[in-house]
């Protein structure tokens, strides 16, 4: 399997990091090492995380993070279909589909 992300959630992710790195570049080169980690075992344990059977989709939470990762697996292919930081308004959370 491999991990693709919508150009959605790739923009969800780069927004959250830019705005990280506004105030600690480190912090935000962290998170994202941290990101590429949670990939890691999306990849070993596909189906571990939290399933929505409506959507069909999968929630992982970023460890030491409050990013939430939303993901559907399609064939061989995991798509990360939303990157979402829990501060943020629950009505403003992207739609989960895949």
Do not use: C
């Not at 941290?34 to 959507?55: G, H, M, V, W, Y």
């Amino acid at each position: 399997m491999r991990i693709e992300w919508t150009a959605e959630a790739l923009g969800e992710l780069s927004a959250m990091l830019e705005y990280i790195s506004r105030d600690s570049p480190e912090s935000a080169a962290l998170v994202a090492r941290r990101t590429l980690k949670a990939e890691k075992r999306i990849i070993s344990f596909p189906k571990a995380d939290r399933f929505d059977s409506e959507t069909r989709t999968y929630d992982i939470s970023i460890p030491k993070t409050r990013i939430v990762l939303t993901y559907a697996i399609r064939d061989e292919v995991i798509w990360i279909v939303t990157a979402w930081h829990t501060s943020q308004n629950p009505d403003n959370k992207p739609k989960r589909s895949a």
